[in-house]
């Protein structure tokens, strides 16, 4: 096994944490097959995640255990409303619908009652849109137009350069159990977590147009 819990983490939650990267909703819109509705649906459904999330990380910031990870600097949700509010702009048809799977993913957030639940999806959200972002972004950019005022979501600027950032948050997973948490907990919910994500990605297919709609 692995000596340090990050490393175990990882390792754990990479088969499932491939397969989200792999469904087929986020393979389109990568590669260019979709359009920036279905980027702005992608954020639609972020929204209310990243909203109960940060109204957890806020809940949980003196906690012990979580205290660490609490970082204003990584807190989306603002930037969603943002990125929102402009790509809605160039936008036709009818509004964007939020997926009952994206409800499900809110309201396990809003339920948690312990530090190490809301750590796991602290980091599968936050140090995954920091690995991708500046990737995320750039394909956004190319494939559809999206100009930078609508991509914020992606800008990671405030923390500085993002590996020694990154390296900092794996040490500091690596000292949760002296803090006195459970790293098991931590594992478990971390893979709900991917999971509950996945369940999001697979729903929000069926409101892209089939070509023959189109």
């Not at 990267?21 to 972020?46: K, S």
């Not at 979580?66 to 989306?76: I, K, Q, S």
């Not at 405030?158 to 990154?166: L, Q, R, S, W």
């Not at 098991?184 to 509950?196: C, D, H, K, N």
Request: proline letters at 5%; zero cysteines.
């Amino acid at each position: 096994m692995p000596s340090d819990f990050s490393q175990r983490l990882r390792e754990t939650t990479a088969g499932i944490h491939s397969d989200v990267e792999n469904r087929g909703f986020i393979v389109d819109l990568m590669d260019g097959r979709l359009d920036a509705r279905a980027y702005a649906l992608l954020l639609t459904q972020y929204e209310p995640i990243y909203a109960q999330l940060e109204r957890r990380v806020v809940q949980f910031s003196d906690d012990p255990v979580f205290a660490p990870f609490a970082d204003d600097r990584l807190n989306r949700h603002e930037r969603i409303l943002g990125d929102l509010e402009q790509l809605r702009v160039g936008l036709d048809g009818p509004d964007l619908p939020i997926a009952e799977a994206t409800r499900r993913y809110a309201e396990r957030l809003r339920d948690l009652d312990a530090p190490e639940a809301l750590l796991a999806h602290h980091y599968t959200r936050y140090l995954g849109d920091i690995s991708g972002g500046l990737a995320i972004g750039a394909l956004m950019a190319k494939h559809y137009g999206i100009g930078p005022e609508a991509l914020t979501m992606w800008d990671f600027s405030e923390i500085g350069k993002t590996k020694p950032y990154k390296d900092a948050y794996r040490a500091k997973l690596d000292r949760v159990a002296a803090s006195g948490g459970d790293e098991e907990l931590v594992i478990t919910e971390a893979l709900s977590a991917f999971e509950l994500n996945g369940r999001v990605l697979g729903e929000i297919v069926d409101f892209i147009p089939s070509p023959s709609a189109a």
